[in-house]
């Protein structure tokens, strides 16, 4: 099947299919004699299993070790069960670390008149967020939430 039956098939793009054949999560497609990528079911079965642990947020390199251990009979569940405690320990971090910037952001929100005046506490707080004045419409602690999103790039 082409890229486009394996993408309805799987329920992955046809761009994320060549990005996890770019990155080696599944092996390079054969080729038709026109040059096309052709997939066969044992692909499109490889392609719902990474887009199953993509759902569940494992990362590019999660889903390598994932993909292994699958393919590994000798392997032992306990591994298996090993990486997903761990990924589950990373989600309850980023849980955590929302909860923080929603209670934050409402925190602002509240502060906010959101009427006419250009005065706006929100966006006082993204340009400063350190200033003495703006903290004072935090939560204590919260300024640390601004630091961490500004040094994640947010």
Known sequence: MNIGEASKASGVSAK??????DTGLIPPA???????????????????????????????????ELLSLWSDRARQSADVKRLAQAHIVELEKR????????????????????????????????EHPDDGDAKSQLQPGMTSVF???ASAGN
């Open 16 to 21: 994320m299919i060549r990005y996890y054949e």
């Open 147 to 149: 630091r961490s999103m």
């Open 30 to 64: 054969a080729r038709t004699e026109s040059g096309y990528r052709a997939y066969a079911r044992n692909d499109v079965h490889r392609l719902g299993f990474i887009r199953r642990a993509r759902d569940l947020g494992f990362s590019v390199a999660e889903i390598g």
């Open 95 to 126: 849980i955590e670390s929302l909860r923080e910037m929603a209670d934050t952001l409402q925190e602002l929100v509240s502060c906010c008149a959101g009427d006419e005046r250009p005065e706006c506490p929100i966006l006082a707080k993204l």
